[in-house]
């Protein structure tokens, strides 16, 4: 080889000669236009002596194409019609104008649904989701209130045990058998929102449990313990009953203003000897009653004399009352429910000698 050659270029290989054997005669020349067979099998034979199971090769035509038929059907006139922009605009095939209607009448809908749903969500956390929530906290400030009993230590009176408790604290306790024996709350000081959401709140104004004048507390009604839920069942003469680190205090509903008379002859409204323990009140107290419907603005309710500026009694002169405050109806904040009661009954703890007063056994 050259040494100019390209060295990319491959020689031709010469078959190797099969020694002792006489090389094969060349193959006949295919006539023109005879195609080669598929198979290296039968090559060099004449047409006739070739095997019959080879297949010779066919020149593929295209079969893909199909020639047109011109027969008058594809014309340009109609190839026309179908590009002509008015065919699309024909009135058979327009879009229905939509009904303003109907669908201002489904957005409506959709939004009350929504607004639906959302009330619902609240009603459930008002009425459930914060009962938990205030369960949580009662249980807390009754036992930080156990623990401060528990101390030990003189038993002061009312007074100085208010002025010891910080707003959000407990101070008493309240018991309403007739809603239950179970029917047990820890009264906290002050009247705020966050104290209400933890039970029933003392006005800070108002008097102490025991004491002349008129011990006055707030409750929801519906949501936040809803400790008040039940108040419009309590009945004239019924105990309401509240407990402070030394003492215990019986209250009774006072009668309604509705001219019946039927509670005076309930045994829970006589002593032993069948002396009536609890009155209509009369003179500056005669407004002063079981049960009534007032408006949120009407706060001398609670006043030392519901109703009736100090003077209208002397100090030493004055009843002791309880009042009950709380929305008025259910699920509203329109008006207020108030129950008033007078202390009947009060002993010390050491005088009980450890033992419960009777009157919690004075459930429905």
Known sequence: MSADAPT?????????VDRGRPAPAPGPVLPEGEPPLLSGRGNGLPPSERPTELISRVADAP???????D????DDDYDDYYEDDDYYDEDGDEEPPKDKVSAYAKLAGEILLTAGMVVLL??????????????????????????QWNQGGAVDDGRTEHLSAADGQGIAKLYIPALGEDYKFTIIEGTTDDDLAIGPGHYTRSQLPGQPGNFAVAGHRVG???PFNDIDLVEPC???IVETKGDWYVYRMLPLDDGSTGWANNPLCRGPNGEQKVNRLTGPYAKTTGRTIVDPSQGEVVDAIPGQPDSAVPADDRKALLTLTTCHPKFSNAQRMIVHAVLVKHWTKAQLGGKLPVELQETS
Do not use: C, H, M, N
């Open 71 to 74: 027969d008058g059907y594809y």
């Open 63 to 69: 079969t893909d194409l199909i020639d047109r038929i």
């Open 224 to 226: 936040k313990g809803a």
């Open 122 to 147: 609240f009603v459930v956390y008002e009425v459930w989701i914060t009962d938990l929530i205030s369960a949580g906290r009662q249980a807390d400030a009754t036992a930080a209130l156990d623990q």
């Open 8 to 16: 990319e270029a491959v020689l031709p290989v010469v078959a190797p």
């Open 238 to 240: 019924d105990a309401i």
